[in-house]
């Protein structure tokens, strides 16, 4: 069976931004905004995103530094926790970020350096309470 722009668009979004938050996004679609849903898996993740001309680092770096610029808060916290999956690093944020404040502005950047920050210490505190469980079984057994 052929796979469809959807299917695929579909499949790149689970990769980027993990099985959660496509589930949620599929569960929270109605009749009203399924064509918007539609539009999104087929056209930015099942076109732009599939894309081999830059890697998912550079496009997720990208994408950062653009839902920076334009103020999408939101968007932005979702694009830099899906870093762990794209490649691109906290310093790579930071760069393009750093890019944000020259060509968009200080206040965005200023903005969105806040956001990073957080999302990713939020990161990094649910990796070290992971780590922790896991010493916390071995200490068990």
């Known amino acids: 069976m052929t796979m ?4 695929i668009g579909l499949a790149t979004r689970r990769a980027v931004l ?9 569960e929270a ?5 399924a064509p918007f849903q539609d539009l999104i898996a087929e056209g930015a993740w099942g076109r732009v995103w599939t894309s081999e001309a830059i890697s ?12 920076a610029a334009l103020g999408h808060d939101e968007e932005l916290a ?8 794209t490649g691109a690093s906290a310093e ?17 950047a200023n903005r969105a350096l ?12 649910d990796t070290d309470q992971t780590d922790s469980e896991k010493g916390g079984d071995h200490d068990k057994g």
Request: charged content about 25%; overall charge positive.
């Open 4 to 7: 469809t722009r959807k299917d």
């Open 114 to 125: 806040k956001i990073a920050k957080a999302v990713f210490a939020e990161m990094a505190a």
């Open 18 to 26: 993990g099985d959660a938050h496509v589930a949620r996004a599929q």
């Open 92 to 108: 790579d944020v930071r760069e393009a970020l750093m890019h944000v404040a020259i060509y968009a502005g200080v206040p965005a």
């Open 78 to 85: 979702m694009h830099c926790r899906a870093t762990v999956r």
């Open 29 to 33: 679609t109605t009749a009203f905004d």
């Open 56 to 67: 998912r680092r550079e496009r997720s770096m990208l994408t950062i530094a653009l839902l």
